[in-house]
């Protein structure tokens, strides 16, 4: 069974109109429509200038000690959990994420042809942008079309079944989405399609539309806007205070403040000593301090935030596919949840076995220094003698202790593991192609929607390349078949067989070191009060969700 919890419904009647069952079953079991009030607009703001906004009004400051920097902001080309979280606090899209439920958020009402070509979406007539202009269709549709013209990481998503002639405003506020082919899928991605103020992107478009402004600079409609944008250091994000689509507690944050802390005890200390309100990432064994500290809660959840050691398999070493078998073979999986400081799972190949569509009993290594040995005597490094560089987040033992532990199993194969930590938004840049993507690095990658393409195509096609998703750039040209026919195909069974074979290929080309799923600790001052774990996105937090009662000052 799923970790997730899904709430059952029998009807699949939705405000404007029915959709077949099978299109409930294939695109999102989960959608639920939101029941939330219309919310007055808010008061017109001044067009951004380009400059940091004012300091909030209001006493209730949220500080929260994040691990991770949050270097782009650009719906198009930004995408991590650090950044995710930014995005839903600046941005609105379509539908959200609130739990495993994916909510309309802008949108009002919409229907969906029954072979899963054509989106038709009401678009909710009180959005405004943070300058006071209205969301209507026609910012969906540049929104949409700037992503498929940038073609950065996001749009994996929309590969082979959008153009831009897909998006087309019907009027003001109704938007359709016709299909290049068919994708039962579609709607889940609609949680990452952030809607940009046009007339922003227009004025700062340079000669690479708006990239390099969107990255420090928000264009949205969202809860929050910026304040202080100090990369590497803080970065603040300031409540609107009518926000269209309101607040769910009057005690919600003024503003809050990212405070990067890279290490797990600089995060424990701070939350302990009441110097921040959130830790996302503390050391595992530091939940019990946490817990059992007076006021304090952590919270562990179980849901698909997935670790690999992806090998570079256009790399001078890794390239080579006895010596990818020999390093999987020399990694003892037994021992990752003894050496990991929190609950983890360990993988049984590329899926988790509780994730849609994925495959038991796959032939991949497990810890045999012999069988390693035999693949290394087929490479051109029998006898070992290399040195392989392994990267991975600066400060963060989870990924170390991981890497030390592949250490010890190669130099039983006198093979050198040169370990490299390094910031994150420098390893993104390294993903950028194989000549620049390390042997080894640790990465960990979340499915966007509850379907096998949210977690394979991104990773394994090779058209992907580019992101740190893909940074085993790996290519199989039958993969890629596979991976483009069941994105488009409505026979559910039928897509399945083609994500197990794709599977199997995978699985047979070690592009990756499939090490565990792990758990989610969030810990937390419990004046805190409206956190929601959302087993997709498990890692970013609702900011607007959040209310702020009794804390101290």
């Known amino acids: 069974m799923s970790p997730c919890p899904t709430q059952q419904r029998t009807s699949s009647r939705f405000r404007g109109g029915y959709v077949s069952g099978w299109l409930i079953v294939l695109a999102l079991a989960m959608l639920l ?321 509780d994730f849609p569509g994925a495959v038991e009993g796959l032939d991949v290594p497990t810890y045999d220094i012999e069988k390693a040995k035999e693949y290394l005597a087929k490479t051109p490094w029998p006898d070992g003698g290399i040195t392989l560089d392994y990267v991975y987040v600066t400060d963060f033992p989870r990924e170390e202790v991981s890497g030390l532990l592949l250490l010890e199993g190669l130099a039983q194969l006198n093979i050198t593991l040169n370990m490299k930590p390094m910031l994150w938004p420098d390893m993104v840049a390294s993903c950028g192609s194989p000549e620049t993507g390390p042997d080894l690095i640790n990465i960990y990658t979340q499915p966007a929607y509850l379907d096998p393409d949210a977690h394979l195509y991104n990773q394994y096609h090779s058209g992907q390349w580019g992101s740190f998703n893909s940074c085993s750039f790996y290519k199989n040209d039958r993969v890629d078949e596979l991976l483009d026919q069941a994105r488009v195909l409505g026979d559910q069974d039928k897509r399945m067989e083609l994500y197990a074979e794709a599977q199997k290929l995978i699985a047979a080309d070690q592009p990756a070191i499939w090490t565990y799923t792990e758990n989610s600790l969030m810990a937390m001052n419990e004046c805190i009060k409206g956190f929601e774990f959302r087993p997709l996105e498990s890692s970013s937090v609702l900011f607007q969700d959040l209310a702020m009662e009794g804390c101290s000052e």
């Open 33 to 353: 429509l939101a029941a939330c009030a219309p919310q007055e607009a808010p008061t017109e703001q001044a067009a951004d200038s380009g400059e940091p906004a004012a300091a909030a009004e209001g006493d209730k400051v949220l500080l929260y000690g994040g691990n991770q920097d949050i270097d782009n902001i650009d719906p198009a080309t930004g995408e991590n959990y650090s950044i995710n979280a930014a995005l839903l606090s600046l941005y609105d899209a379509l539908f959200i994420m609130r739990g495993s439920e994916a909510e309309p958020n802008l949108v009002d009402t919409w229907e969906a042809s029954d072979d899963a070509t054509v989106f038709t979406f009401k678009l909710k007539e009180n959005a405004k942008f943070h300058d006071g202009s209205p969301v209507n269709a026609d910012a969906v549709v540049y929104s949409f079309n700037r992503m498929l013209e940038i073609g950065g990481p996001p749009t994996y998503r929309w590969a082979g079944i959008a153009d831009q002639n897909t998006a087309k405003a019907l009027d003001e506020y109704t938007v359709e989405f016709t299909l290049t082919q068919p994708f039962a899928p579609f709607l889940g991605t609609l949680t990452q399609l952030f809607i940009v103020n046009p007339a922003i992107v227009e004025a700062n478009l340079g000669d690479d539309f708006g990239q390099t402004y969107l990255k420090e600079h928000e264009a949205g409609s969202g809860p929050f806007t910026q304040g202080r944008w100090e990369i590497g250091n803080l970065y603040e994000f300031i409540a609107v205070p009518d926000y269209w689509g309101g607040w769910r507690s009057e005690n919600h944050p003024d503003s809050f403040l990212w405070i990067i802390q890279r290490d797990s005890a600089t995060q424990l200390n701070s939350l302990l000593a009441g110097e921040t309100h959130i830790a996302d990432t503390i050391a595992g064994n530091d939940a019990e301090k946490v817990n059992n500290a007076e006021g304090y809660i952590v919270y562990n959840n179980s849901g698909f935030f997935i670790n690999t050691f992806k090998m570079n398999t256009q790399g001078e070493y890794t390239g080579d596919y006895n010596l990818r078998m020999a390093i999987a073979y020399a990694m003892d999986y037994d021992k990752l949840p003894e050496v990991e400081d929190i609950p983890v799972q360990v993988l049984p190949g590329p899926t988790p076995l």
